[in-house]
């Protein structure tokens, strides 16, 4: 077993230090986003991206950008991953801009999808803050 995961004494043939900690967990953190995403595929029986796929995808290529940066000095593997982070922000930033556009039903405290105009549990009719009666004066 010793010779099957520590060959010549490194453990899976790996000679680790700091970064190859920060590169090895960059690839785990970037491949879990998989994970999270087809399970929240199955739950749903829908195509979901949930926002933790986004930040798994943002924090697993910024360790492999500090690693492309910083120990493998490769111009190529550092170009993989000098932009990927825009499109994960943005993602983020459009995520938490649909959660906040929820509308809550003033009846039974339920958050409604954006620009409903009706509470989809009890039907109750919902009103933007834009849209509330100002009384004329
Ligand atoms: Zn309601």
Redesign the pocket.
């Known amino acids: 077993m010793d010779s099957l995961l520590f060959p010549s004494g490194r453990f899976l043939g790996i000679e680790w230090h700091v970064w190859k900690v920060v590169g090895w967990l960059g690839n785990a953190v970037f491949f879990s986003r998989f994970v999270v995403q087809w399970y929240a595929t199955e739950k749903r029986k829908q195509v979901v991206v949930p926002s933790a796929f986004w930040w798994l995808s943002l924090t697993g290529s910024l360790l492999l950008l500090a690693y492309a940066l910083f120990y493998q000095k490769d111009s190529v593997f550092i170009f993989a991953y000098a932009f990927t982070w825009i499109p994960y922000i943005r993602n983020l930033i459009i995520h938490r801009r649909h959660k906040h556009a929820h509308i809550l ?6 958050n ?1 999808p954006p620009q409903s105009n009706y ?6 009719p919902l009103k933007a803050e834009d849209e509330v009666a100002v009384p004329a004066g």
């Open positions: 039903c003033p009846s039974c405290r339920i409604c509470c989809s549990d009890c039907g109750a």
